[in-house]
């Protein structure tokens, strides 16, 4: 029962260079969503996909691209990365986008340095 | 922007009951109250959330006072492994029908042997 898996765990980028980072979920969930946590604070809305075709921004969408591959597959790329978007970045999911009472299920993160 | 107030940290004595407090005055009357805590860098996890009346599961009980402008999250019984950061959030949907959590800071609990 996996859940939701992220890939990498860990990586190190120098600035400018991109990457993407890879979350799926095997719970058969509609609504997926990316956030970001720097040190010491809560965590932030990065993009969610309500629903498999959807995407929409969420607080800090700057220097990122999502695509909802398909329904358990949400990834986030950053183009031209930049040392401000170190941070530990988490993918969530849920099980329906509207009148939904469920909580998300948290993926174990992916700690991003960029130098 | 996080639409709940909670004190940044708090100690408990193990197997006591935590008490963490959280003010959501500008809720709506639709709007769900969830908890998830953070344990040292994990992601979050779920715990409990309600809308008006009180909730409790295995994991916690959940106390919404009668105007909905507060609530307590109950840990019966701490133990050292409950030492987490705790989350409580007002659930927000858009347009779009997205369940979108909104996380502020939290309250930093520390179960102390």
């Known amino acids: 029962n996996a859940g939701v898996t992220q890939t990498p765990k860990f990586q190190v980028l120098k600035t400018g260079q991109s990457m993407t980072l890879q979350c799926a979920q095997d719970?058969?969930?509609?609504?997926m969503y990316w956030y970001r946590q720097d040190p010491g604070m809560g965590l932030r809305l990065i993009y969610y996909s309500a629903s498999e075709g959807t995407t929409d921004k969420g607080e800090v969408p700057n220097g990122y691209n999502v695509s909802r591959l398909n329904k358990r597959e949400f990834s986030l790329r950053l183009e031209s990365a930049a040392p401000s978007q170190t941070s530990v970045y988490f993918c969530?999911?849920?099980?329906?986008?509207?009148?939904?009472?469920?909580?998300?299920?948290f993926g174990s993160g992916t700690r991003l340095t960029v130098v | 922007d996080a639409k709940t107030t909670q004190p940044p940290s708090m100690d408990c004595a193990e197997g006591r009951a935590a008490n963490l407090p959280c003010n959501h005055s500008t809720i709506s009357g639709n709007e769900y109250v969830y908890w998830y805590r953070q344990i040292h860098s994990q992601g979050p996890q779920y715990i409990i959330h309600g809308l008006k009346n009180n909730e409790t599961n295995e994991m916690a009980s959940l106390i919404i006072t009668e105007d909905r402008k507060s609530s307590t999250l109950i840990l019966p019984h701490a133990t050292l492994r409950d030492t987490a950061v705790y989350y409580c959030i007002v659930r927000v949907i858009d347009q779009t029908g997205a369940n979108n959590l909104f996380f502020g800071t939290g309250t930093r609990l520390t179960v102390i042997p």
């Open positions: 969530a999911s849920s099980e329906a986008p509207t009148g939904s009472r469920e909580g998300y299920t």
């Open positions: 719970m058969n969930h509609n609504s």
